[in-house]
């Protein structure tokens, strides 16, 4: 079964009087277990497709389908009960609550699951040192650099271990040996658990680990590359 | 109930980011409460003042009379029961305070002029505790018993028939038979009441005295039960009606003095009113701070969103915030109108203003009263309006866009 397929999306934004294709009959197919960069340079449609991807965000036409189930077609509340029990996100631009510390962040989605304090005490902790913010886990997001707000932000994408994440990206505000790390763990977590991760990026660094490398320009999938056989 | 709880903390993390405005909020709820509460006590205290004062005056809590005695109140209205039957099952019935009375239209004469009067024949011992006049006499004295051939009068009627204390006056009226019964009754008192009406209006004689003068020995035409509360008549009213059987009527004070009945009512809706405009004022604001709220939050609203939190939980979380503000306004509102009701419990002179409520007979001492149903009152009205109120911005919150707040850099 395939984790993701995208069949011939389409999303057209207006501004004015002029017509931007986001995405322009994207197609693609990523199976279980996969490690997928989306490459594209700025305004290439990465953030579109991983919001068409992710149910929070539905397109013009095509269909999407998650773990072998149509989701472009659902209702706001089943949406919303798959990004909470199925995906894991790192948003591009926004992605802590202010009035909540680190370590509250992380256990945001787990709380909504319902999943019981003592386990999410516990997740949560080790999550945090293995992004290596131990130590942080009490301060708010506006007492945290950048770099540790987005690993915050990862943390929460992998704590309750969702079948699929998504990533948008999530290197941007990291130095190089940050970025090493929380793409290794990435790495970590795709061998160990067969997370499907998907990843926007237009960093070379992060490309380099991945198995596949998808690339986009102006909404179009213009490459394709299984980077495993090189 | 996970989501509870991850929505109170929320919201009460999100009250305290804007600390001035939170702040201002609360005192606006709290000062709004506290002008509820108060004022509602003190206008509950006038009233208080108004019916006790009205009831002294003469209906105590429940009257009896034979039917149709209010249309037409005179000697040809007599209780079908013996005065003497009457004080033996009412004594024996245990009331608080009661009187046997003989009330009759008459007019009074003085050497100098002549006024239209209700006359009272009473049993001066028993209405101690029933009427004020027994407290208010400014000379002389009160009558002695009901054989007292002496009677007491008020100080304007006095001055209207120029006549004094020691003076002889004749009282003139009918008996049964339409027949003038007249009598010459000496001065022996002198009353002033807090209504000019009263001190016009009633005449105070021994009750024996009036029987006989008026030929009906052994029969009155009213009698006046006091219960504990003029609140909660109602026991008493069944308690005497079970005494005296049908054939006669038992009226509340209300009914008896029905402006004053009607003022409770009107009291009543008055109250509610005063709360709800308190509360629209108070809406204002507080809807004006929720929108602020709600507007400046739209990246995290949308972010939980995104995350997979439900509309409604968002709706939820910002009705909290609101009842979490209104409840902190009600806890310190509550308290200060307490505070305030107690520091004030001996009593508020108001005899500057006082001139001009006499009409309304109030007192120029005002007692705030603090009743639990308006206390209730006044928290359901600001919790139950306030948490509509702040449906609305809720309702925006939870219409947000989640992909606005996650793309826009
Ligand atoms: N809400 C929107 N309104 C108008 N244009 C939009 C909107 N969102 C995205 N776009 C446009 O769609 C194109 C793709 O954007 P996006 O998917 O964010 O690209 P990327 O993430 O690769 O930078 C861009 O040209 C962008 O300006
Ligand atoms: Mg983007």
């Known amino acids: 079964m395939t984790a993701v397929t995208c069949i011939e999306l389409c999303k057209t934004y207006r501004q004015g009087d002029q017509e931007i294709k986001a995405l322009d009959h994207a197609s693609i197919d990523i199976g279980e277990g996969g490690f997928v960069c989306l490459s594209a340079p700025s305004g290439g449609g990465k953030t579109t497709l991983l919001n068409a991807i992710g149910g929070l965000d539905i397109p013009d036409s095509g269909e999407v389908w998650i773990a072998g189930k149509r989701i472009d077609n659902l209702g706001k509340g089943e949406l919303a009960n798959l990004r909470l029990h199925k995906i894991g996100y790192v948003f591009q631009a926004y992605n802590l609550v202010p009035v909540l510390s680190a370590r509250e962040n992380v256990e945001f989605v787990m709380q909504v699951q319902g999943v019981p304090a003592g386990q999410r005490a516990e997740k949560s902790m080790a999550i945090l040192k293995e992004v290596g913010l131990q130590g942080l886990e009490d301060r708010r997001p506006a007492e945290m650099s950048g770099g540790q707000q987005q690993r915050v932000a990862v943390a929460r994408a992998i704590v309750s271990r969702p079948a699929l994440v998504l990533a948008d990206e999530p290197t941007a505000n990291l130095d190089s040996k940050t970025s090493d790390a929380l793409m290794e763990l990435f790495v970590q977590l795709n061998k160990t658990h067969g997370t499907t991760f998907v990843i926007a990026t237009h960093d070379q660094r992060v490309m380099g680990y991945a198995k596949r490398l998808i690339k986009m320009l102006d909404g179009r999938i213009v490459d394709d590359i299984d980077q495993q056989a090189a | ?409």
């Open chain 2, 1 to 409: 109930m996970y989501m509870l709880r991850i929505m109170s903390t929320l919201a009460w993390r999100n009250l305290w980011r804007n600390h001035r405005r939170t702040i201002i909020m609360i005192s606006a709820i709290t000062i709004g409460v506290w002008a509820m509460i108060f004022m509602t006590a003190l206008m509950r205290g006038m009233v208080n003042e108004m019916v006790r004062d009205g009831i002294r005056a003469l209906p105590g809590h429940v009257q009896i009379h034979g039917r149709g005695f209010l249309d037409d109140p005179g000697i040809n209205n007599l209780l079908p029961m013996k005065d003497e039957d009457v004080t033996a099952s009412f004594d024996a019935a245990g009331f608080d305070a009661w009187a046997g009375r003989i009330r009759v239209p008459a007019v009074v004469t003085s050497e100098r002029d002549s006024r239209g009067i209700t006359l009272y024949g009473i049993d001066p011992v028993r209405e101690r505790d029933i009427t004020f006049v027994a407290g208010d006499i400014v000379e002389g004295r009160f009558l002695e018993d009901a054989d007292d051939s002496g009677v007491v009068i008020g100080r304007k009627l006095a001055d209207n028939l120029e006549t004094e204390l020691g003076k002889r006056i004749v009282i003139m009226s009918q008996d049964p038979d339409n027949e003038i019964a007249d009598r010459g009754f000496r001065i022996v008192g002198i009353f002033e009441a807090r209504l000019e009406a009263y001190e016009t209006s009633m005449l105070f004689a021994g009750k024996s005295a009036i029987q006989k003068m008026l030929n009906v020995p052994d029969r009155i035409n009213e009698v006046v039960v006091l219960g504990d509360d003029y609140r909660n008549v109602d026991p008493v009213v069944r308690k005497v009606t079970d005494l005296v059987g049908p054939g006669v009527e038992v009226l509340p004070w209300y009914e008896v003095d029905s402006y004053l009945g009607t003022m409770m009512t009107v009291m009543d809706g008055f109250v509610l009113v005063w709360m709800i405009v308190v509360f629209l004022a108070l809406s204002f604001g507080l809807v004006n701070t929720l929108v602020m709220a709600v507007f400046e939050r739209v990246r995290e609203i949308g972010l939980m969103m995104a995350l997979g939190m439900r509309p409604t939980s968002i709706l939820l979380q910002i009705v909290i915030e609101s009842l979490l503000l209104l409840l902190l306004g009600l806890l310190i509102g509550n308290v200060l109108a307490g505070a305030t009701v107690y520091w004030l419990r001996d009593g508020i002179d108001i005899s500057v203003v006082a001139a001009g409520m006499e009409m309304f007979g109030a007192s120029s001492l005002l007692y705030p009263q603090l009743t639990a149903h308006d206390v209730v009152l006044a928290n359901v009205v600001v919790l139950i309006l306030g948490s509509i109120a702040s449906l609305s911005p809720a309702w925006r919150a939870s219409r947000y866009d989640p992909i606005e707040a996650i793309t826009k850099v």
